[in-house]
Structures are given as C-alpha cells and as structure tokens.
C-alpha cells in the first residue's frame, strides 16, 4: 500500500511539472494569453505578486497614451515670465516641485522649463539682471502630443535625459504636462513625491479643509478623524469605499462628492487608487446642492 500511495504521489508530481512545462512552452495565442500564463505562474509562488504587478504595468504601457496619465494644465504649476525672482522662489517652495514650465504671455506659450536647483545660484542684489540671469538657465521645453504611445515616450526620456515634456492638443494648445515619474508609475506603482503622506500616517493635514490621504487608509480612521459614519461592512478602505461610489476605475483629477466632502483622485493607475485629496465642502454650498 505504502508503495502504491508512493507511485500514486510521483505520478501526481511528474504530472503537475509536466502541466507547467505546456504552460511555458506552448507559444501564447495573444497577449491576455501569455498574461493568463504569468498570473498562473505566479500563483504557483515561481515569482511574487510585484514582479507579476510590474509584468502587467508594461504590457500596459505600451497601449497607454500620453492624455491617459497626463496632469491637465489646470493643475500645472507654472512660473510667469515677468515675475520677480523673489516671487519665483515663493512659488517654488510653495509648490515643492522641481521643475517648472516658464509661460510668457499666456499658458500657451511655454519658453523653456526652470529646474528649481538653478535658482540657488542667483543674485537677488542685482535687479535689473534677473530677468536675463533666469532666461540663460531655461531648459528646452520638449513638446509631445496627447496621443502618443506611453512606451515611446519613456524611450524618448531616457535617450534625451528630459524628466518632463510639455503636452499639446491638436491645435497646438498646451494641454497639460507628463513626467518620466508619471510614466514609472504605470510600471512599478506608486513613488513617493512631495504629496505623499509619511509611510507611517494615512492622513496629512494641509488646513482646516484640506487632507491628502492615502486609499489604503481604513474606514474607521477615515471616520475618527473626519467624524464621518461610513461604513465598513462592505469596504475595510475609503479607497474601496470610493470605488463602489464611482463605479469604475477613476483616472487622475476625477471628483466625487459624498455627503459634505469633496475626494479627487490625486494618483490611481490602471489598477487601484494610490492618493486622494479630500476638501470639506461648507455647509451652505452642501445644501445648495
């Protein structure tokens, strides 16, 4: 018996090899094929949940476009051609960024882009030369079109050492920017920038009516500290929670009100929501609604 159950064991073995050596050496019939083969493959722990994940991120890539993960440039923040230098430097701290695109007459007409290191340099004592002092450090502003490829666009970084590209309509109208950080994102997920909440904390306080907060933080915390009541039968995350109210998978900069607070998707990508800002809406404007 002991030598049957030992036959039966092996026979089981070889044939649980053999149906993973098919797996990889039958040629995939598509893409969603050769996906299906690594999600089996990773689940039998050949390798873990993140490579899989990163796997995905650049199958993704490749049929992404700029306009899918592009910040529009109503939220850019820029830097006027006229302003003082002084000024510059209120924005740039401001901010947090480090790199900023530098508009002349209007939004349209971007000069170059100013890295925010440049400015160390610069005499604050001579006025009438700052004006010139900031135009001699402009970058070259790259230009891409909203359609173009993610995967296209990540080569092009890498062969020009650009980190950030300005990003036109079909009427050459500038439209918003894209970041090499932007386009890693879809790759490895989430890199921590000057929005991100601290590793150990789920809600930053920025004043009394404006937070960003993490999707992963729970809902009972979400509720201690915004002294809400949602509830957390169904979602154990305000991320899930947010899900479930949107009904899809929101890209960045989407908005949804519930109850008297305002959530917008500060970064998600095509596979879960990462960061949101949350605004307390005021009563009057609640109700007028």
Same mark, same amino acid.
């Given at each position: 018996?002991a030598?049957?159950a030992? !036959? !039966? ?5 070889? !044939?649980w ?5 098919h797996a990889f050496?039958?040629?995939?019939k598509?893409?969603d094929h050769?996906v299906?083969?690594?999600? &089996? ?13 990163m796997i995905?991120g ?8 700029v ?9 850019v923040?820029?830097?006027e ?19 900023f695109?530098?508009i ?6 971007v ?6 290191k440049d ?8 006025e009438?030369?700052?004006a010139?002092?900031?135009?001699d450090?402009?970058?070259r ?7 173009k ?10 062969s020009s050492?650009n980190?950030?590209?300005?990003v ?7 439209s918003?920017i ?5 386009v890693? &994102? ?13 590793e150990e904390s ?14 992963l933080?729970?809902i ?6 915004f002294k ?30 519930i ?6 998707v500060?970064?998600a ?21």
């Amino acid at each position: 018996m002991a030598e049957e159950a030992h !036959s !039966s064991n092996g026979l089981a073995q070889v !044939s649980w090899f053999e149906k993973l050596r098919h797996a990889f050496t039958a040629e995939p019939k598509d893409r969603d094929h050769l996906v299906e083969i690594l999600r &089996e493959a990773q689940k039998r722990s050949l390798f873990d949940a993140d490579a899989l994940a990163m796997i995905e991120g650049v199958f993704q890539v490749s049929e992404m476009q700029v306009r899918d993960i592009m910040i529009p440039r109503s939220q850019v923040v820029v830097l006027e051609r006229e302003l003082t230098i002084d000024k510059m430097m209120r924005v740039i701290i401001d901010s947090g960024h480090s790199r900023f695109p530098v508009i002349g007459d209007s939004r349209d007409e971007v000069l170059g882009i100013l890295l925010a290191k440049d400015m160390l340099g610069i005499n604050n004592d001579v006025e009438e030369n700052q004006a010139n002092a900031v135009r001699d450090m402009l970058r070259r502003a790259v230009h891409v079109p909203e359609s173009k490829r993610l995967n296209v666009l990540l080569k092009e970084f890498r062969s020009s050492r650009n980190h950030m590209a300005i990003v036109v309509d079909e009427y050459g109208g500038v439209s918003g920017i894209v970041t090499i950080e932007d386009v890693l &994102e879809q790759i490895v997920g989430e890199i921590e920038d000057e929005h991100d909440v601290e590793e150990e904390s789920y809600i930053l306080e920025h004043d009394d009516a404006e937070y960003t907060v993490k999707a992963l933080t729970p809902i009972e915390d979400f509720n201690e500290h915004f002294k809400t009541k949602f509830s957390d039968d169904e979602f154990d995350t305000i991320g899930g929670l947010l899900l479930n109210k949107l009904g899809h998978l929101p890209k960045r900069n989407e908005e949804v009100k519930i109850n008297e607070l305002l959530f917008r998707v500060l970064r998600a990508d095509n596979r879960r929501i990462h960061l949101l800002q949350v605004s307390k809406i005021a009563k009057t404007e609640s109700l007028e609604e």
